[in-house]
T-cell receptor, first 112, second 116 residues
Framework: KQEVTQIPAALSVPEGENLVLNCSFT??????LQWFRQDPGKGLTSLLL?????REQTSGRLNASLDKSSGRSTLYIAASQPGDSATYLC???????????FGAGTQVVVTP | DAGVIQSPRHEVTEMGQEVTLRCKPI?????LFWYRQTMMRGLELLIY????????DSGMPEDRFSAKMPNASFSTLKIQPSEPRDSAVYFC??????????????FGEGSWLTVV
């Protein structure tokens, strides 16, 4: 059974510092991987989707890499801002239908 | 587009009562997912539909839970009878050919259920 782990569970950084969020998965036979952001009391907002054939995706200050062979994905957020404070979740597509297996998330606090 | 729309946003109900959660997916999407989020278990997939047909309901915890999708623009998740341990946030999500096609899955704002 696929297991998705996110370490650390919580992270606090000063504004301007780069954020590095880690996601690991046990079964490398994934289809795609998606990173989400969740604000308190809100739903999940999609940040980036990396297809299984890709090694990275970029959107603005966000960059996500994928190494299927080692079972890892990393989300980089450059020059963090207080508005980046949220919980970040990674999810792997466990099958070709779109069934997502989520990690527990990393709670990020960016202090001014 | 208005995104995935869920109702109610918040519900408090007494144990034993029936609860119905509703979802309107994004127009044109052919997949619909119901997830549950709790502090203890995180996000869990309950059931998903493709073209209104249930594909995998192995995540539905008990027979007290049922889900329907009578048409492409509406789905319900019903709990009858409800129990305190059903208290959670229930998310609906939709997508157009996710998985192998590599399309994003979009989530609603969630329905926050408290059973007392």
């Amino acid at each position: 059974k696929q297991e998705v782990t996110q370490i650390p569970a919580a992270l606090s950084v000063p504004e301007g510092e780069n954020l590095v969020l880690n996601c690991s998965f046990t079964d490398s036979a994934i289809y795609n991987l998606q990173w989400f952001r969740q604000d308190p009391g809100k739903g999940l907002t999609s940040l980036l989707l990396i297809q299984s054939s890709q090694r990275e995706q970029t959107s603005g200050r966000l960059n996500a890499s994928l190494d299927k062979s080692s079972g890892r994905s990393t989300l980089y957020i450059a020059a963090s801002q207080p508005g980046d404070s949220a919980t970040y979740l990674c999810a792997v597509f466990a099958d070709s239908w779109g069934k997502l297996q989520f990690g527990a998330g990393t709670q990020v606090v960016v202090t001014p | 587009d208005a995104g995935v729309i869920q109702s109610p946003r918040h519900e408090v109900t007494e144990m034993g009562q029936e609860v119905t959660l509703r979802c309107k997916p994004i127009s044109g999407h052919d997949y619909l997912f119901w997830y549950r989020q709790t502090m203890m278990r995180g996000l869990e997939l309950l059931i998903y539909f493709n073209n209104n047909v249930p594909i995998d309901d192995s995540g539905m915890p008990e027979d007290r839970f049922s889900a329907k999708m009578p048409n492409a623009s509406f789905s319900t998740l019903k709990i009858q009878p409800s129990e305190p341990r059903d208290s959670a946030v229930y998310f609906c999500a939709s997508s157009f050919r996710p998985g192998a096609q590599g399309n994003t899955i979009y989530f609603g704002e969630g329905s926050w259920l408290t059973v007392v």
